[in-house]
């Protein structure tokens, strides 16, 4: 038995004994509710294959941080809007940013315009080294033929060596440049990626839950923006005993009733089941349970039905599940899947 709902219906009936209007007296539509509620907690018809717990709904939390320390230049959402994914959330102040990658960007040029000078002193190298090597060419041909001296050898072969090293400098200097333009690019790549960065965007649909900054503050690298929830991603946590958890596998059928809304019945299937039992938490109000180890199971909602009705989607709300340990196991009339219209 449910504690808490048996407290809640137990203190409806002390009212109605001291004079408050009674379940009749509000209408029959209530006290169908109300009779189907008590049918649920109590278990009338339920087979022995279905099982039933509390818990409530959740939904995975996404955070939009800022990847590093600046002062936020604007907000664009407010809580409760529903944004894309894609969508921007924020926008940092890039002021600083801009300003470095301007120079990161002169950088660039300039060391585009050292790498052409350096081709063409390459260039100027190559014709004197060429020069040099067809002068010494024939004063060595002069001197085999006796016409020329040693002496003018020997200049023209000093004369190609540094030809030779002028050319290998300046192919260094080539490679220098060709260095330093990397450098710079590098640099502007990494700027630019700063200034990505600085505008937030939701990594997937969701509805912002907190908007925890305001325009012009200044937050910390890391700080979160805005929270999002998941509203793909929606789940009743619940705990079973042993027993229970033994028999289910993912996949398996499961029924949540919200307490706001007792008279709709919500499809779910169990998509986790914890591989290590522990005690139950908090959450599970029976005196008997908490002396037993229990399993930690996650039921989610199907997403085509949560995108349907996604206006409704409510995180925290505490409600009871149903979930069936044989699937041979026919849902009760009571389960049957009732959605609103």
Do not use: C
Not at 221 to 246: E, K
């Amino acid at each position: 038995m449910h504690r808490r709902v048996l407290i809640s219906l137990i203190a409806s009936l002390l009212l109605a004994a001291s004079g408050a209007p009674s379940v009749a007296d509000t209408g029959d539509g209530l006290g169908a509710k109300l009779k189907a509620l008590w049918g649920r907690v109590a278990g009338d018809g339920l087979p022995d294959d279905i099982v039933v717990t509390n818990g409530r709904i959740e939904a995975e939390q996404v955070l939009v941080a800022a990847k590093f320390a600046g002062r936020v230049l604007e907000v664009l959402v407010e809580e409760g809007d529903t944004v894309e994914a894609g969508a921007v959330v924020a926008r940092m102040d890039t002021a600083e940013l801009d300003a470095q990658l301007n120079g990161a960007e002169a950088e660039v040029r300039r060391t585009e315009q050292a790498i052409a000078e350096a081709e063409a002193l390459i260039a100027q190298r190559d014709s004197e080294s060429l020069l040099a090597a067809q002068e010494h060419e024939r004063a060595a041909e002069l001197q085999k033929r006796g016409h020329g001296t040693m002496q003018e050898l020997d200049r023209r072969l000093s004369q190609l060596t540094a030809a030779t090293a002028a050319h290998r400098a300046a192919q260094a200097r080539l490679d220098v440049a060709l260095a330093a333009a990397d450098t710079a690019r590098a640099d502007v790549a990494r700027l630019q990626s700063l200034l990505d960065d600085a505008v937030l965007t939701a990594p997937r649909r969701g509805r912002v839950e907190y908007k925890l900054v305001q325009s012009g503050e200044v937050v910390a690298a890391g700080a979160p923006v805005a929270t999002l929830l998941d509203l793909s991603d929606v789940y009743m946590t619940v705990f079973l005993a042993a027993r229970a958890a033994g028999r289910i596998a993912i996949g398996d059928e499961a029924r949540i009733v919200l307490d706001p809304a007792p008279e709709y019945v919500v499809p779910a299937m169990v998509a986790f089941v914890a591989g290590q039992a522990q005690f139950t938490p908090k959450t599970v109000e029976t005196a008997d349970e908490r002396e037993k180890l229990m399993f930690r199971v996650k039921l989610r909602i199907p997403p085509a039905l949560l995108r349907q009705y996604e206006s409704r989607v409510k995180i925290g709300v505490r409600g009871l599940a149903y979930v069936r340990t044989s699937p041979t196991a026919a849902w009760p009339e009571t389960l049957a899947i009732k959605l609103p219209q």
